[in-house]
Nanobody, 124 residues
């Protein structure tokens, strides 16, 4: 069982940056593949980025490449999402997710555990 708690969201002006964090409980965090998703009001949840259990491999949605960076610190049981050059269309609730296996996953149903989300609002 893994519990995930996101933090780091907030209100930011367009062009700004945020680093979202996702803290995981449990002693086996390093054996979980992790991902970030987001959901804007009235829209479906969409994949942002994924990272394998060691942090050596990452995968991004095409539309997220360049401004989003996923990373993890297994010693701190935390995965991060750095977002730069924020745009109003990045406004959404951002969720982290975990799956107890190796590999990279971009579909929501492939993840077992989800956090409660953190709100990111970008003003123009």
């Amino acid at each position: 069982q893994v519990q995930l708690v996101e933090s780091g969201g907030g209100l930011v002006q367009a062009g700004g940056s945020l680093r979202l964090s996702c803290a995981a409980s449990g002693r086996t965090f390093s054996s979980y593949a992790m991902g970030w998703f987001r959901q804007a009001p009235g829209k479906k949840r969409e994949f942002v980025a994924a990272i394998d259990w060691r942090g050596g491999d990452t995968y991004y949605a095409d539309s997220m490449k360049g401004r989003f960076t996923i990373s993890r610190d297994n010693a701190k049981n935390t995965v991060y999402l750095q977002v730069n050059s924020l745009k109003p269309e990045d406004t959404a609730v951002y969720y982290c997710a975990a799956r107890g296996s190796s590999g990279l996953y971009y579909r929501a149903f492939e993840y077992t555990y989800w956090g409660q989300g953190t709100q990111v609002t970008v003003s123009s």
